[in-house]
DNA sequence: TCAATGACCTGCC
DNA sequence: GGGCAGGCCATTG
């Protein structure tokens, strides 16, 4: 891998790491703020490199609020464990109150 | 180098 | 309003 592809997964990296604790956010929200709004499904894909990384993964889901990722997860239920281990109120892979738990680094981190 | 894949998003029927 | 199909771009084999 060369540096300059890999500034990409890191940069996504790093985004994933300023999500304050108990929020959540979007593939299409992180995509949007490097720049690439049209590559979110990169996002989730180095995301699957990120469970090597200190990553919070897990507070990474779609555009509803689904843990469509949570497949790619050590365990099944993991994900909603770590997320309801922070406040994080999920039910049937749903996040409840989205609305309000969701973290827009575009808006935050500007 | 070419072709296939993917933890998504948007638009159309 | 719900469901289906296409597209997008970077990474990997």
Same mark, same amino acid.
């Given at each position: 891998m060369k540096p300059e592809t890999q500034s990409f997964y890191n940069r996504v990296y790093d985004v994933v790491r300023q999500i304050p604790y108990g929020r959540v956010t979007s593939y299409g929200a992180i995509a949007k703020y490097l720049? @690439? @709004?049209?590559?979110s499904r990169l996002v989730g894909y180095a995301m699957n490199n990120s469970h090597d990384k200190e990553v919070p993964a897990h507070r990474v889901v779609n555009r509803n609020g689904l843990?469509?990722? !949570? *497949? *790619?997860? !050590?365990?099944?239920?993991l994900m909603q464990q770590l997320l309801e281990n922070e406040g994080v109120v999920v039910t049937n892979d749903q996040i409840q109150n989205f609305d309000q738990l969701y973290w827009d680094p575009a808006k935050h981190l500007s």
């Open positions: 720049g @690439a @709004a049209r590559s843990l469509t990722g !949570k *497949h *790619h997860f !050590k365990g099944i239920n």
